[in-house]
C-alpha cells in the first residue's frame, strides 16, 4: 500500500472509502521466514495438455491459465474440459465445477480483481464466454462462476496483454499492441482499477527489437512482464524493446510511479545489451519479480551458454535504489547453458524455475564446471548473494521447463508442461504445490565478534573414557541427548546420514508402546525406537562407516526394537552384522532375543582400523536398525582443541576444551563457526562439517554440496544418446585447500588467505547449503605491499570485527596484527595488536576460529 504522508481527517475518510472500494493498492508478494516443503502437496488437479502461464490465489480458490484444454481431479479422475482457465479449491484440489468461463485463446496473466471475488484475466483471446468482438484483451470475471464483470470494460487492443499489475487505482497493462482503443500505446497503457477505462497516466513508449534486424529469431515488441514495488511507487518492465520514449533502455526499464505522471527512472543498465543467440532469440529476457520489501528484484534469462560475462541463461539481482547509468548486478547466477523461465522472491529465498540441469555453473557451456551442483528444473538462491541453498526437489524430465511460480503466504505453486516432481517421485501433471508448512528454516548466519572466545586446534588435550563420538537416531528425526552427552543425528530421507550407503528406506512405529530391556543404555532415548532404516534391496547391503582415528578403541552400540506387526514372531526377520569384515552378529533376529515390543542394544568391542565399517546382510526378509552409537573406551590424551578470551586488547589463558576425537588438526586449513556449526578445510582437499557448541564437538562428516546420490548418475532427459549426467563439479576452493591458512564468514562471503599471497580473498557462500561461488574474488587494498603487515605468511587466525580484520604472522612470528576492512576493501596499514613480544601470548595456529 502507498505509504501516506500528513493529510486531513477528510482527506484519509476519502482515501478509506477509495481502497474499501477498489481493495489494496498493490498485490504484495508474501514474505516467509523458511524455505518451503520439498514435498508436493497432493492438493493440485493434474492438467492434461499443454503448458502454464499464469497462476493466482482469490480467496480460497486457485486460478491457473495458459495453453491446455482439460484438467483431471486428483484421486477421482474425473476430467473437466477447461480451455485455458480454470480454478481448483486450495484445499482439497479439486477442479471449481461452478467456475466455467470459455477463453477462445491463450491466457498469459492473472492477477486479484478489482473488487472482491473478481480475478483480472489476460492474454490473446478475442472471445469470453462465445461473446465475440467488442472485448478486449484484458478483462474481469467473477470467481464463483466466471461470468464477466459488467462495470468493468478495458479498451479493444490490436495485441496481446501480457503481465498486469495494480498499483493505488490503476492498472500498469502490457503487451504486444500499439494501439488502446483510439489511442497509440506502445507496449504499456494504464487504465482505471475499478472501470477499466483509459487512463492518462502511463504515456512511456517502448519501441524497437532487441536483437532481429532484418534477419534471425523475430517476435513480438513489446513487455512481456512487469511489477511494482509495494509501495506503488516504482515499476519495472521486462520485454523484447531497445528503446523506451526513444532512450536506450534495452529489455529493461524502471518507471518512477510518484509523479502527475510516469516518467522513466533515472536506472539504466547495459548489461542486458548482449544478443545471446541472435538466431534463436528474439529477446532472451523472461521474467522478473521484486521482493517483498522492495529493495531489489530479480531477473532471469534464457540466451544458451555465453560465459560469465554474459547475463545469458542466469539470474541476476539488482537494486531498485540505485541509479545512474551502466548499473551493475548485485550477484549473478549461471546455468551454463540451460534456460530460467520464472522467479518468486519470497525474503527466504528467490526461487527460480526453468530447464536448468545445473546452478553455481559460470564456466559450464552444456556442462557441469567447477562450483556446479545439480537443481534439475527448480533452485531456491540465497537473496544476499544468490548461491543455490539446500532446497531442491528437482524436475525430471524437466520438458521446456517451469513457466510459473506464484508464492502465496503457505507455499509456492510451479506450473510447468512435465507430469513430474523429482526423478518421477512425485505425479503433479503441469502444476505442484510446496506448502511452507515442513519447509526448513535457514540458519541466521550468527558469526563471532570481539569480545569473543578464540578457539585454536591442534593443542594436547585429555581424553575421557566413554567419549561418545557418534549417535545416529536411524531412520528419524534429530533428538536431544537425555544423558548431557552428544546428541543423536537425524538420519531422515530428506536428511539421510552422511555415514550409511545409498541402500536402505526408512519408517516409523509409534502407535505402540515399548519397554526397554536392561542392555540398551541409559542414555539411549526411547524416542530412537520410533523410527529406523531398513535395507529391501541386497545390492548393495546396506553399511554404515565412521570414521575414528586408528588404534582408538570403542564400543559399537546397535540398537534394535521388533514393534512392526508383520516382523512380530521369531524368525520373521533375520539378518547378520558384521563390524570391519568380521561377522559379530550371525541369524540376529530381535524378537528371538528379547521378544515383540521390546528395545535392545548389542554391544561389541572394536580397535578402530581408521574406519569402523558396520555392514548388515540379508538374511529373513530385510535388516533395519534403530540406532547407531560409538563411544570410545580408552581415556588419554590427544590432539585436541583449546581456547582463551580475548576483546581485543586482553588475552585470556589458554584452556583445553576438547575435541580429541581422532581429527587430524596439525593438517587443519582453516575453520569457521556459522551459528552452531563448524566448517574446516584439511590438507586433504576435504571440507567437513560438524556441530560445536563452545563445548561439545559433534561427529565431523565430509561436507561436499556437489554430490547428491539422487541426481549424480541419473541421465539428463535431453541428451539420450549421451552419457551426460547430472553429476556436479566441486567448487574450486577445494582444490585450493592444502594451501589455504585461514577462514572467516561474514555477511554472505566466505573469506581466506592463501600462503604466500599477500591478498585475502572471498567466494559468496551459503550457510543454508555449504555451498560456495564458483567465482574467486580478492579484497580490495590486498595483495600489495603497502601495508605494513601482509597476507603472505598468515597462521590460522582470521576473523572479522569492529571494522578491522585480524590475522596471526606465521613462521617464527606469533603476532596477531589488524587492519581496516569493510568488507569488501581495506584501508590504512596493518598493525600488531598481540603477540609474544606484545604481551606473551602466541597466537599461531591452524585455523583458529572465533564464536558468536
Not at 497462476?55 to 495458459?66: A, L, R, S
Not at 524436475?395 to 510451479?414: F, K, N, Q
Not at 517421485?425 to 535457514?442: C, E, M, N, T, W
Not at 578445510?681 to 564437538?697: A, C, P, W
Request: with cysteine; proline share 6%; glycine share 12%.
Amino acid at each position: 500500500m502507498r505509504r501516506l504522508g500528513r493529510t486531513t481527517v477528510a482527506g484519509l475518510a476519502v482515501l478509506g472509502a477509495v481502497l474499501l472500494a477498489v481493495g489494496p493498492a498493490t498485490a504484495v508478494q508474501p514474505s516467509h521466514d523458511r524455505t518451503v516443503s520439498a514435498v508436493p502437496s497432493t492438493a493440485t488437479p493434474n492438467i492434461n495438455d499443454g503448458t502454464v502461464n499464469a497462476i493466482v490465489k482469490v480467496g480460497d480458490k486457485v486460478f491457473v491459465g495458459g495453453t491446455f484444454t482439460a484438467v483431471t481431479d486428483r484421486g477421482t479422475g474425473t476430467v473437466h474440459a477447461r480451455p485455458n482457465l480454470f480454478a481448483f479449491d486450495a484445499t482439497t484440489g479439486l477442479v471449481d465445477t461452478a467456475f466455467t468461463p470459455v477463453i477462445n485463446d491463450e491466457v498469459m496473466t492473472l492477477q486479484p480483481g478489482p473488487v472482491a471475488n473478481t480475478v483480472l484475466v489476460g492474454g490473446r483471446f478475442t472471445g469470453v464466454n462465445n461473446v465475440p468482438g467488442g472485448w478486449s484483451k484484458l478483462v474481469v470475471l467473477n470467481t464463483a462462476d466466471g461470468t464477466l464483470l459488467s462495470s468493468f470494460k478495458a479498451p479493444s487492443m490490436n495485441g496481446a496483454v501480457t503481465t498486469v499489475k495494480r498499483f493505488g487505482n490503476r492498472l500498469l497493462v502490457g503487451g504486444f499492441f500499439t494501439t488502446v482503443g483510439p489511442d497509440t500505446r506502445n507496449g504499456l497503457a494504464s487504465l482505471d482499477a475499478l472501470t477499466g477505462a483509459m487512463d492518462p497516466f502511463v504515456q512511456v513508449a517502448l519501441t524497437g527489437h532487441h536483437n532481429y534486424n532484418g534477419t534471425g529469431a523475430n517476435s513480438s515488441v513489446g513487455p512481456t512482464e512487469v511489477d511494482v514495488t509495494p509501495d506503488g511507487t516504482k515499476a519495472v518492465v521486462l520485454g523484447n524493446f531497445k528503446q523506451a520514449n526513444g532512450g536506450d533502455y534495452d529489455q529493461v526499464v524502471m518507471l518512477d510511479l510518484t509523479g502527475a505522471s510516469a516518467a522513466i527512472a533515472p536506472w539504466h543498465t547495459n548489461r542486458f545489451d548482449d544478443t545471446c543467440n541472435r538466431n534463436a532469440f528474439d529477446k532472451w529476457v523472461r521474467d522478473l519479480d521484486i521482493s517483498p520489501d522492495g529493495s531489489f528484484f530479480v531477473v532471469v534469462t534464457t540466451g544458451g551458454p555465453q560465459g560469465a560475462s554474459s547475463l545469458c541463461d542466469a539470474a541476476s539481482r539488482w537494486e531498485i535504489s540505485a541509479t545512474g547509468t551502466n548499473l551493475q548486478p548485485t550477484w549473478v547466477n549461471h546455468t551454463g547453458g540451460d534456460t530460467l523461465l520464472s522467479v518468486a522472491i519470497t525474503g527466504t529465498a528467490v526461487y527460480v524455475g526453468g530447464h536448468q540441469r545445473w546452478m553455481n555453473n559460470p564456466e559450464g557451456s552444456d556442462r557441469a564446471r567447477q562450483g556446479s551442483v545439480a537443481r534439475p528444473g527448480l533452485a531456491a538462491l540465497e537473496p544476499m548473494n544468490g548461491i543455490p541453498m539446500a532446497w531442491n526437489p528437482g524436475r525430471h524430465p524437466r520438458g521446456i521447463g517451469a513457466s510459473a511460480l506464484y508464492a502465496t503466504e503457505d507455499g509456492l505453486y510451479v506450473g510447468s508442461d512435465t507430469e513430474w516432481i523429482g526423478n518421477f517421485d512425485y505425479q503433479r501433471g503441469r502444476i505442484a504445490y510446496f506448502p511452507l508448512a515442513g519447509g526448513q528454516v535457514p540458519p541466521q548466519g550468527v558469526v563471532g565478534a570481539l569480545p569473543t572466545e578464540v578457539f585454536f586446534p591442534n593443542n594436547s588435550v585429555s581424553i575421557p573414557a566413554n567419549d561418545v563420538l557418534y549417535r545416529v537416531n536411524a531412520g528419524g528425526p534429530a533428538l536431544t541427548a537425555t544423558d548431557g552427552l552428544l546428541n543423536w543425528d537425524a538420519d531422515t530421507n530428506a536428511a539421510p546420514s552422511g555415514y550409511h550407503n545409498t541402500g536402505g528406506s526408512t519408517n516409523s512405529i509409534s502407535s505402540n508402546t515399548i519397554t526397554l530391556d536392561a542392555s540398551v543404555p541409559a542414555g539411549t532415548p526411547l524416542a530412537a525406537f520410533t523410527d529406523r532404516r531398513y535395507d529391501p534391496s541386497a545390492a548393495p547391503e546396506m553399511m554404515w562407516n565412521f570414521p575414528v582415528a586408528a588404534g582408538t578403541q570403542v564400543e559399537v552400540r546397535l540398537s534394535f526394537a521388533a514393534r512392526d506387526w508383520a516382523y512380530h514372531a521369531v524368525g520373521e526377520r533375520v539378518f547378520d552384522i558384521k563390524i570391519d569384515g568380521v561377522t559379530v552378529a550371525d541369524d540376529y533376529d530381535t524378537v528371538a532375543a528379547v521378544g515383540y515390543k521390546v528395545g535392545h542394544t548389542l554391544k561389541f568391542p572394536v580397535t578402530s582400523d581408521g574406519t569402523i565399517n558396520i555392514e548388515f546382510l540379508h538374511g529373513v526378509l530385510d535388516p533395519a536398525v534403530d540406532a547407531v552409537e560409538i563411544v570410545r573406551t580408552s581415556a588419554g590424551t590427544g590432539n585436541g582443541v583449546a581456547k582463551r578470551a580475548y576483546d581485543g586488547s586482553v588475552a585470556g589463558a589458554l584452556t583445553a576444551v576438547g575435541g580429541a576425537d581422532g581429527t587430524a588438526w596439525q593438517n587443519l586449513r582453516g575453520a569457521f563457526l556459522i551459528d552452531d556449526t563448524l566448517y574446516y578445510g584439511m590438507s586433504d582437499s576435504n571440507i567437513y562439517k560438524r556441530t560445536f557448541d563452545g563445548v561439545n564437538f559433534g561427529p565431523a562428516v565430509v561436507h561436499n554440496p556437489h554430490s547428491d546420490p539422487r541426481w549424480d548418475t541419473q541421465l539428463v532427459d535431453d541428451k539420450p544418446t549421451t552419457t551426460l549426467t547430472y553429476a556436479a563439479v566441486k567448487t574450486a576452493i577445494y582444490t585450493e585447500l592444502p594451501n589455504v591458512r585461514s577462514m572467516f564468514y561474514s555477511n554472505g562471503r566466505l573469506y581466506y588467505t592463501i600462503n604466500g599471497q599477500n591478498a585475502l580473498f572471498w567466494r559468496a557462500f551459503s550457510p543454508d547449503s555449504g555451498i560456495a561461488g564458483a567465482v574467486r574474488y580478492q579484497a580490495n587494498g590486498s595483495g600489495t605491499s603497502t601495508a605494513l603487515e601482509n597476507l603472505s605468511a598468515p597462521s590460522g587466525v582470521l576473523f572479522l570485527s569492529g571494522g578491522y580484520v585480524y590475522w596471526s604472522r606465521g613462521g617464527s612470528d606469533g603476532r596477531l596484527v589488524r587492519r581496516a576492512f569493510d568488507g569488501t576493501s581495506f584501508t590504512g596499514t596493518a598493525a600488531a595488536v598481540s603477540g609474544p613480544t606484545i604481551d606473551n601470548v602466541d597466537w599461531r595456529s591452524p585455523g583458529a576460529f572465533i564464536r558468536g
